[in-house]
């Protein structure tokens, strides 16, 4: 099981962000996945998730409506729009799936918000 974020970056505050997280070694239509984010100092934080059955997804109450996650089984990805982005959400962004009770993450991308 691999998992790759790209789409991090520096961006100024009120700005928006597209993060991808390509996956590969297991069939993926199969699970669910997951968006976390880890700031500096603190826990590591579920942001979004998204299921295998219709696409709902789930957000924590104070992130809804600021951000989106979305999913292309045709290319393994699941994708993380960010809108909206405030200096607290400077972090190591990460995708995570949970196989057979075995959790895997991908090596994180940083998103930076400046003022």
């Known amino acids: 099981v691999q998992l790759v974020e790209s789409g991090g970056g520096l961006v100024e505050t009120g700005g928006s962000l597209t993060l991808s997280c390509v996956a590969s070694?297991?069939?993926?239509?199969?699970?669910?996945m997951n968006w976390f984010r880890q700031a500096p100092g603190k826990e590591r934080e579920l942001v979004a998730r998204?299921?295998?059955?219709?696409?709902?997804?789930y957000y924590p109450d104070s992130l809804r409506g600021r951000f989106a996650i979305s999913r292309d089984n045709a290319k393994n990805t699941v994708y993380l729009q960010l809108n909206s982005l405030k200096l607290e959400d400077t972090a190591v962004y990460y995708c995570?799936?949970?196989?057979?009770?075995?959790?895997?993450w991908g090596q994180g991308t940083q998103v930076t918000v400046s003022s």
């Open positions: 070694g297991f069939t993926f239509s199969r699970y669910g």
């Open positions: 998204i299921t295998k059955y219709n696409n709902a997804a």
């Open positions: 995570k799936c949970n196989i057979n009770q075995e959790s895997f």
